[in-house]
T-cell receptor
């Protein structure tokens, strides 16, 4: 079955520190992978996506993610966190398996940034 | 429209009442999804529509939930005889067509509170 695991429910970092949010997936075919961010009271905004090609993808707001097929992972990173990055982050996997088109989301990681 | 529009943004209802939540997707987007986000949970897939094809209703949690999409555009999610466990944020998303190599664009959501 398709699934996405985000093992960290909450993460707290100091402003200016580096950040890595973990995402592991289970998928029966070549996955399409996404990271979304949700600020309080807002919908989800796409940070970046991986479809094919270079396994290191760049996104908006200085975020990047690396697809590692051997580890079934798609971790999100940022070298220096800003206070405005405090939000909830969702990893998602999508695509077609057996003719279905469901995009499966993880349970999210809530990021807190200390001044 | 420029983005995915959802209404109402907030709805408070009494247990046992019916509610309707509306989604107006981006103009020209043929695929439309509904998700439910409960407190502390990830996004739970409910249903998706693609053009004039039969919708995939496999995520609807009970027969109290139904959705329709008129004219291939606006969608309405109806919850009959609401229960307290239905309290959640209901998110709508659209994309140009069903394809794994595509991106969901989300609305801001409708927050439902059942008293």
């Amino acid at each position: 079955a398709q699934s996405v695991t985000q093992p960290d429910i909450h993460i707290t970092v100091s402003e200016g520190a580096s950040l890595e949010l973990r995402c592991n997936y289970s998928y029966g075919a070549t996955p399409y992978l996404f990271w979304y961010v949700q600020s309080p009271g807002q919908g989800l905004q796409l940070l970046l996506k991986y479809f094919s090609g270079d396994t290191l993808v760049q996104g908006i707001k200085g975020f990047e993610a690396e697809f590692k097929r051997s580890q079934s992972s798609f971790n999100l990173r940022k070298p220096s966190v800003h206070w405005s990055d405090a939000a909830e982050y969702f990893c998602a996997v999508g695509g077609t398996t057996s003719g279905t088109y469901k995009y499966i989301f993880g349970t999210g990681t809530r990021l807190k940034v200390l001044a | 429209g420029a983005g995915v529009s959802q209404s109402p943004s907030n709805k408070v209802t009494e247990k046992g009442k019916d509610v309707e939540l509306r989604c107006d997707p981006i103009s020209g987007h043929t695929a439309l999804y509904w998700y439910r986000q409960s407190l502390g949970q990830g996004l739970e897939f409910l249903i998706y529509f693609q053009g004039n094809s039969a919708p995939d209703k496999s995520g609807l949690p009970s027969d109290r939930f139904s959705a329709e999409r008129t004219g291939g555009s606006v969608s309405t999610l109806t919850i009959q005889r609401t229960q307290q466990e239905d309290s959640a944020v209901y998110l709508c998303a659209s994309m140009p067509r069903i394809s794994g190599a595509n991106v969901l664009t989300f609305g801001a959501g409708s927050r439902l509170t059942v008293l």
